[in-house]
């Protein structure tokens, strides 16, 4: 019943900067934790960052920490995710994602996905 689009994504040069939406509709998430991911051609799919329901939690990797930053504002169902710095290696697919848990940092909690927006970073 919950859908999530994503918006945002395009191609940029290293050392830019790109802001992501994720836009959920069919249901408030005010109390649900979201997520960006991040899936790279013939590679696994892994987390950018984290945020908890009342957006007081924020969760990182170590290669994301320092450049990318979620935030989320509930009054919009919106969830963003800012990237600076982006380097090559960050070219992937996005995709911004709900769980019925108030945070988790586990890809496997999350429930509804979107369908993700390409980022595309050149050297």
């Known amino acids: 019943q919950v859908r999530l689009v994503e918006s945002g994504g395009g191609l940029v040069q290293a050392g830019d900067s790109l802001r992501l939406s994720c836009a959920a509709s069919g249901r408030t998430f005010t109390s649900d934790g979201m997520g960006w991911f991040r899936q790279a051609p013939e590679k696994e799919r892994e987390i950018v960052a984290v945020?908890?329901?009342?957006?007081?939690?924020?969760y990182y990797p170590d290669s994301m920490k320092g450049r990318f930053t979620i935030s989320r504002d509930n009054a919009k169902n919106t969830v963003y995710l800012q990237m600076n710095s982006l380097k090559p290696e960050d070219t992937a697919v996005y995709y911004c994602?709900?769980?019925?848990?108030?945070?988790?940092?586990?890809?496997?909690?999350?429930?509804?996905w979107g369908q993700g927006t390409q980022v595309t970073v050149s050297s």
């Open positions: 945020i908890s329901g009342s957006g007081g939690r924020t």
């Open positions: 994602a709900g769980t019925d848990y108030s945070y988790s940092p586990y890809p496997s909690h999350y429930d509804y």
